[in-house]
């Protein structure tokens, strides 16, 4: 079968889109960022570098920060390993925190805390400490979300840590939780079954009651070929998995080769291409762009490499493409994502992942245009660092991009997301790299909060700190 799909239109910017015609009416404001307060965390959170990351601060945690019921809800480890969950009223400037009975087995940054929220029964789901192993789950009492006044924030109010879903084990080579809510109040966890070039995408719902295994969506066999090798096992990384408005799950993806031979030198990175699917069914069967089935939750027709129409954004290995950055999706439905990798300018081959994506590495916007058609468009502000940026957008549907180290670049949706400037230079925050957003309280309140941590060196503790933005009202 033909595996790839070229992008439709993948010049650097299109025109902006022209002129509503007839009667004027306002037009929408552009994007902007005020500052609006900063929170301390943990004054002495714990610290270390692990996989160029930290524990506290990794893009594929869904979600460290959530908000809901007028209150946002944070999750981490302290200086003494302990995992904890902190809340406050929105605008309050401290934290009340609680411990949840666990402590951080490894100095792994693949162990991240991430939360979730189950409409359905009111309570805050946490999923943590795993790495192609076991892992920790906890729930919080029924209720606790949905009346946070009127409940005391205290260890009582969470269960006992599990080693199962309550008694659904899942996998012993567990990795990335992502807690996603449907449209329908229900709470999903996609995870990764499997190590890194040899795993597969998998799906767990809690329908308010019992967890049930959905099974694998995605397959790890199958034969790559570039123009230096083949590979026959790998895995593929998420973006994100994410319902739009209209009860869409979407997913941008990376692949990831286990066979060293595909890419130009071993100091590089075997991933390559950006690929889509999305699902209408809560992530029952998945479609590529031109909406044909490619694959069936929990049965042996998985999304896989050869699958045709799955490629968006065609890339060979030779160019450091990062894994699990980011994606959204617009008013409309529509999806964007942000991918980073070193261009061609700067060479044809990579031969040291970090230092040449430090040196060269660029973001680009991808996204799906009112046309039908994918367009990219690269954000002009380096890098300057190894590690991924984070996407969201406003209520305008103006697309920001969180780079490392905290800084802010924009683009206006009335110039079809050509327009990138940088709004924040991420002066003051002295953040270590990767920088985490609150993908729930944009929609709730006009508010980007954004999670990161002082740098440090060694295994030195530093503060975690939330820093609030205004977004055009």
Known sequence: MKRRTLLATALLGTAAAPALAGTARAAAPGPSVTRTGTTTLDSQAIFFVSYDGLVNNNSFQKNALLTYKGHQYAAWYTADRNAVIGRRVLGASTWSTVKVGHTLRYDDSHNVISMGLSKTDGRLHLHMDSHSDGFTYVKSVAGLMDNPAGQTWTTSRFGAPQSTLDGLALTSQFTYPQFVATPDGKLQLSYRVGVSGNGRNALAEYNGTSWTAL???????????????????????????DYDRNGRLHSFFTWREQNGAVMC?????TNHDTGYVYSDDRGRTWRNDAGTVVGTTGTSNTVAVTDSGLVIDALNPDHSLMNQESQATDSAGRPHAIISYVPGRFGQCTTNYVGDRT??????????????????????????SSQRTRLVLDKYDNAYAILPYGRIAAASAASGHTDWTTLFDGSGLDAFGEVLVDETRIAQDGVLSLLHQVRSSGTTPSALRVIDFGLPA
């Open 215 to 241: 099974g694998e969506w995605s397959g790890s066999t199958g034969t790559y070929t570039s123009e230096h090798g083949s590979s026959t096992v790998r895995n593929m990384y998420l973006h994100g998995i």
């Open 265 to 269: 030198n071993s100091g590089g990175l």
């Open 359 to 384: 040196a060269n590495g660029r973001a680009f916007h991808v996204r799906k245009t009112a046309a039908g058609a994918w367009s990219k468009t690269e954000i002009p502000v380096a890098l300057n």
